[in-house]
């Protein structure tokens, strides 16, 4: 037993019964005491007030309205954030965050004009901010501010792996964005085909991985932006502001069709979905050259060697192929799958067939035609796209004329390279080496 609060206020005597704490109720002494002394502390206009060891993992709400408090103790608890409302405390002095689980510095309490000491040893920061934290607040608040925020858009595999290198002993403020939480490990949805209903879920640990599970020190925010300007990004519900913006959108692939029987996500959560329907269809017809339709097709012919699978390129080339040798070994394997009909410079006009049209042919339809994700710079910056809305880039992976927007992945527009995996991971190393 001890005193949550101080300033001539002894909770003690309160109710000794409600004190002992054991492992049984602590949810309950989350949930229900600590809110109920904080209006205990509301009525007696406390100053001081601690709340250290409480196995608290948030921030109670009722706690920002205390705003007469000059010294808050939330030492040794579970916090791994503070919320943005901890500003209302605008007398605060004196905060102790010991011993929490803080992976970065937080920087709310830190726009408080009259807090003089903030206390960050005992959490698990990066080896940077272990030093920083131990000096003046004064110090910290010039570490924060001199650190450039670089914001990556897009977590696939270039936006994942610059991050990842960023995270690791960060030396700015980092923010992913993504519609996703997911990162997907795309080379390995396939195993999808292979997976029954019963152990989806164990399977797709090995394959999706949670956004926040490599970024330690940085901050993710799922959404998707509307449009790009000189200095911010705007989202559905938010403005963000960068200094160096790093663009890793890669494509997405359209839905001409809306019908179940057209499949146009790729990813292990839609295949394993659909494995079942994929597994009854004699019929499957593949529309678009690019990778994903060139491996779907390798991928069904391998796993399915009795289906009937037509393979249709709207452009006179397979894998949209800058590199001959590579066309060539693709269409090479293609004539050794029996059960695939390729036709390549052949468009599907989808004025002319109709989903009914197309099922009378075919009782799967996987629509692997894609655009780049570019569609958010077409209001301020139309003129750096390519008639393909590929984004102009430069020797360094720099948007052409601005130096501190850098492009990665399949959104980039490059003459002499494949649209390949390995493109990713080599883009992500040379955008990380320029940063």
């Given at each position: 037993?001890r005193?949550?609060?101080?300033?001539?206020?002894?909770l003690?005597?309160?109710?000794?019964?409600?004190?002992?704490?054991?492992?049984?109720?602590?949810?309950?002494?989350?949930?229900?005491f600590?809110?109920k002394?904080?209006?205990?502390?509301?009525?007696?206009?406390?100053?001081?007030?601690?709340?250290?060891?409480?196995?608290?993992?948030?921030?109670?709400?009722?706690?920002?309205?205390?705003?007469?408090l000059?010294d808050?103790?939330?030492?040794?608890?579970r916090?791994?954030?503070?919320?943005?409302?901890?500003?209302k405390?605008?007398?605060?002095?004196?905060?102790?965050?010991?011993?929490?689980?803080?992976?970065?510095i937080?920087?709310?309490?830190?726009?408080?004009?009259?807090?003089?000491?903030?206390?960050?040893?005992?959490?698990?920061?990066p080896s940077?901010?272990?030093?920083?934290?131990?000096?003046?607040?004064?110090?910290?608040?010039?570490?924060?501010k001199?650190?450039?925020?670089?914001?990556?858009?897009?977590?696939?595999i270039?936006?994942?792996?610059i991050?990842?290198?960023l995270?690791?002993?960060?030396?700015c403020?980092?923010i992913?964005?993504d519609?996703?939480?997911?990162?997907?490990?795309?080379?390995?949805?396939?195993?999808?085909?292979?997976?029954?209903?019963?152990?989806?879920a164990?399977?797709?640990?090995?394959?999706?991985?949670?956004?926040?599970?490599y970024?330690?020190?940085s901050?993710?925010?799922?959404?998707?932006?509307?449009?790009?300007?000189?200095?911010?990004?705007?989202?559905?519900?938010?403005?963000?502001?960068?200094?160096?913006?790093?663009?890793?959108?890669?494509?997405i692939?359209?839905?001409?069709?809306?019908?179940p029987?057209?499949?146009?996500?790729?990813?292990?959560?839609?295949?394993s979905?659909?494995?079942?329907d994929?597994?009854?269809?004699?019929?499957?017809?593949?529309?678009g050259?690019g990778?994903?339709?060139c491996?779907?097709?390798?991928?069904l012919?391998s796993h399915?060697?009795?289906?009937?699978?037509?393979?249709i390129?709207q452009?006179?080339y397979?894998?949209?192929?800058?590199?001959?040798?590579?066309?060539?070994?693709f269409?090479e394997?293609?004539?050794?799958?029996?059960?695939?009909?390729?036709?390549?410079?052949?468009?599907?006009?989808?004025?002319?067939?109709?989903?009914?049209?197309?099922?009378?042919?075919?009782?799967m339809?996987?629509w692997?035609?894609?655009?780049?994700?570019?569609?958010?710079?077409?209001?301020?910056?139309?003129?750096c796209?390519?008639?393909?809305?590929?984004?102009?880039?430069?020797?360094?992976?720099?948007?052409?004329?601005?130096?501190?927007?850098?492009?990665?992945?399949?959104?980039?527009?490059?003459?002499?390279e494949?649209?390949?995996?390995?493109?990713?991971?080599?883009?992500?190393?040379?955008?990380?080496?320029n940063?």
């Amino acid at each position: 037993m001890r005193m949550l609060v101080e300033a001539g206020f002894d909770l003690r005597k309160v109710d000794k019964r409600s004190m002992i704490i054991s492992s049984s109720i602590s949810k309950l002494w989350k949930n229900v005491f600590v809110p109920k002394y904080i209006k205990i502390c509301l009525r007696q206009r406390l100053k001081k007030l601690d709340l250290r060891n409480l196995q608290l993992e948030h921030v109670p709400a009722s706690l920002t309205s205390c705003e007469l408090l000059e010294d808050l103790d939330l030492s040794y608890n579970r916090l791994t954030t503070l919320p943005l409302s901890i500003q209302k405390l605008k007398n605060l002095r004196t905060l102790d965050l010991r011993g929490n689980l803080f992976n970065k510095i937080p920087q709310a309490p830190l726009e408080l004009r009259q807090l003089e000491i903030i206390k960050l040893t005992e959490n698990p920061l990066p080896s940077v901010e272990k030093k920083i934290v131990k000096e003046s607040i004064t110090i910290i608040r010039q570490y924060l501010k001199s650190r450039p925020r670089v914001v990556i858009l897009g977590g696939g595999i270039a936006g994942a792996s610059i991050a990842k290198k960023l995270d690791i002993d960060p030396i700015c403020d980092l923010i992913v964005i993504d519609e996703s939480d997911f990162f997907t490990m795309k080379s390995k949805c396939f195993s999808a085909f292979d997976v029954s209903i019963n152990n989806v879920a164990e399977v797709s640990k090995n394959i999706m991985v949670r956004t926040e599970y490599y970024l330690k020190h940085s901050r993710f925010v799922r959404g998707r932006v509307k449009t790009l300007m000189k200095d911010r990004l705007i989202l559905e519900d938010q403005t963000l502001f960068y200094d160096y913006l790093v663009i890793c959108t890669g494509n997405i692939y359209l839905r001409p069709y809306d019908d179940p029987c057209v499949l146009t996500k790729f990813n292990f959560e839609e295949l394993s979905k659909n494995a079942l329907d994929l597994k009854n269809a004699n019929r499957v017809l593949v529309y678009g050259s690019g990778l994903v339709g060139c491996r779907t097709v390798i991928e069904l012919a391998s796993h399915y060697t009795n289906k009937r699978i037509t393979f249709i390129s709207q452009n006179d080339y397979f894998l949209s192929a800058r590199t001959e040798d590579i066309e060539r070994n693709f269409c090479e394997k293609l004539k050794t799958m029996k059960n695939v009909s390729a036709f390549s410079q052949y468009k599907i006009k989808l004025n002319s067939y109709t989903v009914a049209d197309l099922k009378k042919k075919f009782d799967m339809i996987m629509w692997c035609q894609a655009i780049p994700a570019t569609q958010f710079m077409e209001k301020n910056y139309s003129s750096c796209l390519t008639d393909s809305k590929q984004i102009k880039i430069n020797e360094f992976f720099q948007m052409v004329g601005h130096s501190n927007i850098f492009v990665a992945g399949d959104v980039a527009f490059t003459e002499d390279e494949m649209l390949t995996q390995d493109r990713a991971y080599q883009h992500a190393k040379n955008v990380h080496t320029n940063l």
